[in-house]
């Protein structure tokens, strides 16, 4: 059984449990004969001041092909080797590329595998490797004239990968913004090495049978493996979405046909109070809050702000446009006080509205980060619950976030969009971290208590919103932890991701 990795005072060194120095140094030889030395770094990495939280030097992997990912898991295999994989690496206020048991070596699966393998105007698809991120493809459907037809769905940050997004689940603005449910097809390789395409990639075009020359991830997927999602039998694309069950190496992507038009706007209301009823008139909204409260009305007076804003954009040609705008006027204007914007109507050059404005239309941007710049050293972790979209539970929910990170004596940034939260803390302060974690934790239960789960975490949070999702004495656990063993029996591939722990692992003495 592995257990956690001592580090000694002389020699701050962590392995991979149940590594020695010359067993990790057999693996990286190994490893370095697969994809050359040069995709090869072999840090071991230094102990994490908490366990799950960023490594500071991590040792790398950077498979050239398909052919050398699977190898590389034949190996993890023979050696038992946890392996760490991610596309771009960016994962902003999850984790980084910081594996869940320190000493993994990382996978970096986008450093080669990068080309955009496929945009298809007429199915309005595209088809990419792991490291096309959203500005990669942004530039590609600009220079080629392609924007005209098709547009992308970016999330807050435009730098990630697509891939590595998507897997995650993660959203953005437009109609296409649920990324997994717009995908479409998967190349996926499993933890012993086997590639499996998904949906209507499992049949085989009739071409690629004449190319005995051509490995399967070489050949020519199916021409509906991009139309239609399911194929034949259970669908199986969803257990390598926040999994540890596979590494995914193609993956294929609806895009919004040009709707004909578009019209970003913002709408501003005055009253703290207002929150329920703007949520009862429409679901996705987005607030601000720092400060006391009445240094937040003082604020949002001089910025000619409300204490809410709501963000939005209607798509479609101008006659479509004018109805949509003005059943969104009529709904939302009942609020007293409430004020209507197009972004030529703000004149500030860093405006949210015009960072959303580009958002909403699929223009990717880095603008967000400078969130973090509300203190010195900034840095964020994400949470993130989900409940129902009603005026009296959005109420709820931002009271007892806002109560507890009060507490904790912390400034408050939130976003709903259907249930976001995002909170800044200070990085390089240990007591400031403390702070951070402590109303997350506390948040974490206080949601769960409600009924209310987050979609997506932090690594140092997937133990504890792991064992939220505990219906029926934890029956979905026990089902994942099944599906796991038998996919990944040496437990090799991201164990503890996500609260799930391989036979191998004892997850009492892991969970954090
Ligand atoms: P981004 O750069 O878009 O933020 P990352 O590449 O950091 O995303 O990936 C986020 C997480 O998604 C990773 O930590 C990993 O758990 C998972 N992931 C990313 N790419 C893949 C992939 N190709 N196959 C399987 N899981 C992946």
């Not at 967000?368 to 619950?385: I, Q, T, Y």
């Not at 709903?416 to 971290?433: A, H, P, S, V």
Request: proline letters at 8%; hydrophobic letters at 35%.
């Amino acid at each position: 059984m592995a257990s956690p990795p001592q580090a000694t005072v002389e020699n701050p060194r962590v392995l991979p449990p149940n590594h020695t120095h010359t067993t990790f140094a057999q693996f990286i030889q190994r490893a370095a004969s697969v994809c050359s030395p040069d995709n090869v770094t072999p840090t071991i990495c230094t102990p994490c001041t908490t366990r799950g939280s960023s490594s500071p030097r991590q040792s790398y992997v950077c498979p050239r092909d398909v052919g050398e990912v699977q190898s590389i898991l034949r190996l993890c295999n023979e050696l038992t080797m946890p392996i760490w994989p991610y596309s771009a690496g960016r994962n902003t206020g999850y984790g980084g590329t910081a594996p869940r048991v320190p000493g993994s070596v990382a996978l970096d699966i986008g450093k080669h595998m990068n080309k955009i393998l496929e945009v298809d105007v007429e199915g309005a698809y595209a088809l990419v490797e792991p490291g096309v991120t959203y500005m990669d493809m942004h530039k590609h459907l600009e220079e080629t004239g392609l924007l005209k037809e098709l547009w992308l769905d970016v999330p807050d940050l435009g730098g990630g990968s697509m891939i590595g997004n998507a897997v995650e689940r993660g959203v953005g603005y437009t109609p296409y913004g649920d990324h997994f449910m717009m995908h479409c097809g998967m190349e996926v390789i499993l933890p012993t090495g086997e590639l499996v395409r998904t949906g209507m990639g499992a049949l085989p075009d009739p071409t690629a049978s004449s190319r005995s020359d051509l490995r399967p991830d070489q050949q020519a997927g199916n021409k509906c493996w991009q139309l239609f999602n399911y194929g034949f039998g259970p669908y199986n694309d969803g257990i390598f979405s926040q999994s540890s069950l596979g590494i995914v190496t193609k993956m294929g992507f609806w895009m919004m046909p040009n709707p004909g038009g578009y019209q970003a706007y913002m709408i501003t209301f005055p009253r703290d109070e207002d929150l329920g009823a703007i949520v009862d008139i429409i679901r996705p909204l987005r607030l601000t809050d720092p400060l006391s409260e009445s240094e937040q009305d003082e604020i949002a007076k001089k910025l000619k702000l409300g204490r809410w804003i709501f963000y939005g954009a209607v798509y479609g040609p101008e006659p479509v446009r004018n109805v949509l705008l003005d059943a969104i006027k009529g709904a939302f204007l009942s609020i007293p006080g409430s004020k209507f914007y197009l972004p030529e109507d703000r004149d500030e050059p860093h405006s949210v509205l015009r960072t959303r404005a580009k958002t909403l239309q699929g223009i990717p941007t880095l603008d967000e980060l400078r969130w973090v710049d509300w203190l010195p050293n900034g840095a964020h972790m994400f949470f993130s619950p989900i409940a129902k979209i009603s005026g009296k539970d959005a109420s709820m929910q931002y009271e007892v976030t806002k109560k507890r990170v009060r507490e904790a004596g912390l400034d408050f940034i939130g976003t709903f969009t259907i249930g976001m939260r995002e909170m800044l803390f200070n990085r390089q302060d240990e007591e400031q971290k403390l702070k951070a974690r402590w109303p997350i934790r506390q948040l974490i239960q206080d949601c769960a208590d409600r009924g209310w789960g987050e979609y997506r975490t932090h690594l140092a949070l997937m133990d504890q919103i792991a064992n939220t999702y505990n219906f029926n004495d934890n029956a979905q656990m026990k089902l994942n932890e099944k599906i796991k063993n038998a996919l990944d029996p040496n437990g090799i591939l991201a164990p503890g991701k996500n609260g799930i722990w391989p036979r191998g692992y004892d997850r009492n003495t892991w969970a954090i």
